[in-house]
């Protein structure tokens, strides 16, 4: 087996001071600066699936529907959302069933995680980055999620949510935390 010789060029050493510093960096790696520069195409983040099996199976059912299929959770009859948001640390594109809670044109998230002692992960993505989409059966609706905090309006919220979902009030005396509500609302 012969060896592959390749040449590559000596990169002169370069005395770099100011705000200089982009322009000839690019002038070294051969690209381009300034209003001669061609946008770059915008790269779309990687969707990456749960690992949770249901969570996945879930989701695929939903979206490869158009939103007709996997509307519900499970073998309960009750209606179910796709909530698209960020990963905070990997800046993929998430996606989660939630149970439907509607207030109005917004959509109630309770982080509930079964009651579990720890916060869904889901939680910390929208925590970091607030706009995310909502899929209600066939619609699509792009919204900004806050945290609500007040007592009297996360109370209100609340009777909604155990309302649409009555496990939430075992959940949250089993949990040993303060369950996180969010507000969807739609972005004008």
């Known amino acids: 087996m012969t060896g592959l010789q390749i040449e590559v060029p ?19 790696i051969g690209t ?4 001669e520069a061609k946008p770059r195409e915008k790269i779309m983040p990687e969707y990456i699936p749960s690992p949770s099996d249901w969570v996945r199976e879930q989701v695929e059912l939903y979206e490869s529907s158009g939103g007709t299929k996997g509307l519900t959770l499970r073998d309960t009859g009750l209606p179910v959302i796709i909530v698209t948001n960020t990963g905070r640390n990997s800046g993929a594109i998430r996606k989660t069933p ?24 889901w939680y910390y993505n ?13 619609e699509k609706y792009d919204m900004r999620v806050r945290e609500v905090y007040d007592p009297t309006e996360k109370a ?16 949250q005396d089993k949990a040993g935390r303060a369950i996180p509500v969010f507000i969807a609302e739609p972005i004008s």
């Open 10 to 28: 000596a990169i002169p050493p370069v005395e770099v001071t100011g705000n200089h510093c982009g322009r000839i960096a690019a002038q070294i």
């Open 32 to 35: 381009r600066t300034g209003p």
């Open 98 to 121: 939630l149970m439907r809670v509607a207030d109005g044109d917004n959509y109630v998230l309770v982080a509930s995680k079964g009651g579990a002692p720890k916060h869904p992960v």
């Open 126 to 138: 929208l925590k970091a980055e607030s706009n995310v989409q909502i899929q209600d059966a066939t």
């Open 156 to 171: 209100r919220l609340w009777v909604l949510a155990v309302a649409a979902y009555p496990p939430y009030q075992d959940y």
